[in-house]
């Protein structure tokens, strides 16, 4: 005897409507697309390699690329935790000290790495993520001892470390990791020989196999007025 359907198995033999929401399309955001070649080639590092070493001027997309991608691989589930740093030197005179914890002392030195994540994965999102730990902020003060394992680690403003401190942070870094590592060595701030120099000088000299991508002031998309400006200063040794 033929076994009657019942009307739970006709429902699911129909084709599922699918109701496509905002929420949908943020999650299905398109990949990064490059507006130079040079940023062509920072992309492909990033696919490639565990630690890159991104210079040039600023305007050119080192942040806001490095950003976005920490965006991404967070909300694909590729990495358990983006690891944001970068030493808290000023580029001008001292507002004085920022009330708060450590890591909200912090906040504002790495907001252009934030908002390049907020901008990408939303800001309700990125709050979240920023609560549970899946987004940390990790002052230089309290690295000493740490290993990150299974996450995307970025120093902003490498250019800015010393020595000692780009030391201490590169011998934190365990399996499964990658490192962006972003620096303009024209702006240092430093009295001191600058820690991104001395990486430099031991990845060239040692040949180590780290990609160096290095813009130029032709790669600047931020503005031409930006563009100009750098020009300016470069051009006239400022």
Sequence with gaps: MKRRRTRLELVEDRTPRIHRTRFDEERN???????????AEYLDALASSAQVIVLGPAGTGKTFIAGTRAADQ???????KVV???????????LGFFPGTLE????????????????????????????????EIVPFEVMRG??????LVILDEAQNTTTAEIKMFLTRIGDDCQV???????QTDLRETSGLRTVMHLIKSRMMPIPVVEFTRDDIVRSGI?????????????
């Excluded at 955001?29 to 940023?39: A, D, F, H, V, W």
């Excluded at 962006?180 to 060595?185: A, E, K, L, Q, R």
């Design 29 to 39: 955001l398109s990949p990064i697309q490059p507006l130079t070649e040079r940023q």
């Design 104 to 135: 909200e002392k912090i906040a504002p030195w790495v907001a252009p790495l934030t908002e390049a994540m907020k901008e990408r994965m939303g800001q309700a999102a990125f709050e979240i993520a920023l609560k549970t730990g899946d987004i």
């Design 226 to 238: 930006c563009a100009e400006w750098v020009k300016a200063f470069e051009e006239t040794n400022l």
């Design 180 to 186: 962006i590592i972003n620096g303009d060595v024209s």
């Design 146 to 151: 740490r290993t990150f394992k299974n996450c």
């Design 74 to 80: 967070l909300r694909q589930r590729r990495i358990s």
């Design 84 to 94: 944001i740093t970068r030493p808290n030197v000023p580029s001008g005179r001292s």
